[in-house]
């Protein structure tokens, strides 16, 4: 192969488009990786209409991991306390479906579980929908996105009618007011944060950044004003720019009254609001609070962003509509500059969405409660009327809780790593010690989760399978294959769908390739908002597209959703919704006085699956710590790089100290990226607990109460060795 083959970055769900060069192209004098494999030469696409050429370190580096510490053949062993053995594709899919059938006959299908992720391609996606909720009648397959994005897919729903971020990347050039609450984006979205801060230097005296996050972070460190609020005030928050916002008269009367509904209820609360009490509860200025409010009621074009920040919450959907609420009074919606705009946290966050690929949802956006849509998916898949079950399936949590009773009898795992990002780690990891039987199926070995798995399947990953994906401003992507998969590596889609035939549906299962899983999955999109039905790969293939895109529009003109303002509800109203702030579910106390925080850092991605096994990147991060505001750190006579241990009530973990004002008082901030694989005692997710959203059912993970004591002084972890706690029957070197 000689050509440069276009395909798109497989990490955030900016989805910035890629070009991949093969070693040949780069002369005599190859680059190689650790292992002597060449590595491909990878750039960002100039023509990819989202990201303009544009690449971060993840993206720049994505090919320096493609061939290092590869799953490359199926292994299985009884228990997992047994060395595993390799085994032929042929054994691997009759073992998975006599342990279905067998599960299936004496416990149900509902016994049955996967665990799916935001790295799956759409095609993959929707061929486990049809497996599970169309042929064996459980609508048990949730994915990590109930960890990332799930409060964000609630709240467009229940305000907007319909899931779907409103708005597209050209606004970050035309708005006149960023809004930027729960997201540090110059790290987790670099390249729409980039651009978005090209445009506010560019126009600095009439283009406003306001940046709500109890950490200082670089994306904070450019805003126009910062609002450090204490963790769990958001609603507060929200709820006092209202407030100011009514008493000023910024309020369009007229889009209220003919495009929205609710109101009265949502005018009933905004009164507990005022200036002072919020200023009070957020830990920040009156001042500040009114010159936030300020900057949104007088701006023209107001863009709201957010992410894991305000998603990760028990009130995660509140914070979400709280947000739009803004918008809806304002009439900032549905126009170029301005809308509620969630980033996706997941390369394919969006397109598992749209697929279904939730434990409450089916594809085109229908949802399993729904008696209609049921019977559509049912007709069009071709299986008996009431096969798919009306109530929700398990959903991540719910998984690990029915491994704890038993009622799991089955779980298997893709392209994800719930050993590490799943919260209460530790009681998750003695759950999942406790499956009658795990099917891992993933790119690379050793991971964590592998440790607990039965049966290992090893995927093509990146470059190796041809599939599509959505990025955050609904921009359907095709990644090209550019290299045959290592060893016997499969493309998810084809694993399932071979499992499907064995079971007895392979009616049901007629792909040859993943265009063709593609084009029957866009008619289940027809009329629907998301529809697709004029994409696929071939058109593709000459340029990503944007939805909606139905067979019958002539041109490709969706930038922006609810332009009419006419909305997806029944009645084409928007929904004000009315909230008073909880707070956090486990706020402090005296014995855990502090409120840790957590997210990610510039180079990793997620629980270095990947990230971890560049070395570039391993320079950049090369351990966690922990942010102390200097204020506390003196307190505990805490100085820079003394080793603290973190203890909440499930678990603790120890860290290097970073003492820095960037970080609020009485808060903490740890990264997340760090499993047992990669250092000791440094999981954040020892820490966190399970509480969820009620309706998103999204865990809190940004928040738990903990308490800081010091370690030892002046000592460094040292990260240098690659596995230090993995038994040897887990490591590379046993293949």
Avoid at 268 to 274: G, L, N
Avoid at 445 to 453: D, F, G, I, S
Wanted: hydrophobic content about 35%; proline content about 7%; glycine content about 8%.
């Amino acid at each position: 192969m000689t050509d440069t083959t276009k395909t798109l970055c497989p990490y955030c769900g900016v989805g910035c488009g890629l070009e991949v060069s093969p070693p040949a192209q780069l002369g005599k004098a190859i680059n190689r990786d650790g292992q002597g494999d060449p590595i491909w030469k990878v750039k960002g696409d100039r023509n990819h209409p989202s990201s303009q050429g544009m690449v971060c370190v993840k993206g720049a580096t994505i090919a320096e991991a493609i061939d290092k510490n590869r799953l490359r053949y199926p292994m299985l062993r009884d228990s997992l306390d047994e060395p595993f053995r390799r085994v032929s594709w042929d054994e691997a899919y009759e073992c998975i479906v006599h342990r279905i059938q067998s599960v299936c006959a004496t416990q149900g299908a509902d016994a049955v579980c996967m665990y799916g992720s935001g790295q799956m391609q759409t095609e993959d996606y929707y061929v486990a929908q049809k497996l599970l909720k169309g042929c064996l009648g459980t609508n048990n397959f949730d994915s990590n996105s109930r960890l990332c994005m799930s409060s964000a897919v609630a709240g467009y729903v229940q305000s907007l009618g319909a899931d779907g971020p409103p708005c597209c990347y050209e606004d970050l050039d035309l708005t006149d007011c960023a809004f930027i609450i729960g997201s540090n984006a110059a790290e987790c979205h670099p390249i729409v944060f980039n651009r978005l801060q090209k445009h506010h230097k560019k126009n600095h005296n009439v283009v406003k950044m306001i940046v709500v996050d109890p950490r200082r972070t670089p994306t904070a460190e450019v805003a126009d004003l910062h609002l450090a609020i204490h963790p769990g005030t958001d609603i507060d928050l929200l709820n006092g720019i209202a407030h100011l916002l009514l008493r000023w008269g910024y309020f369009e009367s007229e889009f209220v009254s003919e495009c929205t509904a609710n109101f009265p209820a949502f005018a009933e609360v905004i009164p507990h609001y005022p200036p002072e009490v919020v200023a009070k509860r957020c830990g920040i200025a009156v001042e500040d609070l009114e010159t936030a409010a300020r900057y949104w009621g007088t701006s023209k074009r107001v863009l709201s962003l957010w992410s894991m920040g305000v998603n990760q919450s028990t009130e995660g959907t509140a914070k979400v509509r709280s947000i739009i609420n803004l918008h809806l009074m304002t009439g900032q919606i549905g126009k170029p500059g301005c809308g509620p705009f969630s980033l996706t946290g997941q390369p394919n966050a969006m397109g598992g969405r749209e697929v279904g690929g939730l434990c409450n949802l089916l594809p085109g956006y229908r949802h399993v409660q729904n008696a209609q849509d049921r019977a559509e998916v049912e007709q069009f898949w071709g299986v008996p009327a009431g096969r798919i079950s009306p109530h929700w399936g398990r959903t991540a949590w719910e998984m690990i809780t029915g491994l704890e009773t038993g009622d799991v009898g089955l779980l298997w795992i893709v392209a994800t790593n719930p050993a590490v990002s799943l919260p209460d780690i530790k009681r998750t990891q003695a759950a999942l010690l406790r499956s009658p039987f795990t099917v891992y199926q993933d790119a690379y070995y050793p991971t964590e989760t592998a440790a607990y798995a039965h049966l290992l399947l090893p995927a093509a990953q990146w470059g190796e399978k041809t599939g599509t994906m959505t990025n955050s401003e609904r921009v359907v992507t095709l990644c090209k294959a550019f290299r045959p998969p290592v060893g016997e590596a499969k493309p998810d889609w084809e694993i399932v769908a071979e499992v499907g035939r064995r079971l007895g549906f392979a009616d049901k299962f007629p792909f040859t390739n993943s265009a063709e899983v593609f084009a029957e999955y866009v008619q289940l999109t027809r009329d629907r908002s998301c529809d697709m039905t004029g994409i696929s790969h071939a058109k593709l293939a000459q340029s990503p597209l944007q939805w909606p895109c139905p067979d019958t529009w002539a041109n490709n003109n969706s930038k922006r959703l609810y332009t009419d303002l006419r909305f997806a509800t029944p009645d084409g109203r928007a929904r004000f919704s009315a909230y008073h702030s909880k707070g956090l579910a486990e706020p402090p106390n005296s014995e855990y006085p502090f409120v840790l925080t957590n997210g990610r850092l510039y180079g990793h991605w997620h629980t270095q699956t990947r990230t971890g096994r560049i070395e570039k990147i391993q320079q950049m991060h090369p351990q966690p710590f922990i942010e102390i505001h200097p204020r506390d750190a003196a307190k505990l006579e805490i100085q820079e790089h003394d080793l603290v241990e973190v203890r909440s009530r499930r678990g603790k973990a120890q860290f290097p100290a970073k003492v820095t004002k960037a970080i609020s008082p009485g808060t903490l901030f740890v990264p997340m990226h760090w499993g047992a694989l990669w250092g000791d005692e440094t999981e954040a997710n020892a820490l966190t607990h399970p509480e969820c959203d009620p309706d998103s059912h999204q865990p809190e993970l940004k928040a738990c109460a903990v308490q800081l004591s010091l370690v030892v002084q002046k000592t460094n972890i040292n990260q240098t060795e690659a596995y230090p706690q993995y038994p040897r029957q887990f490591l590379p070197t046993a293949f």
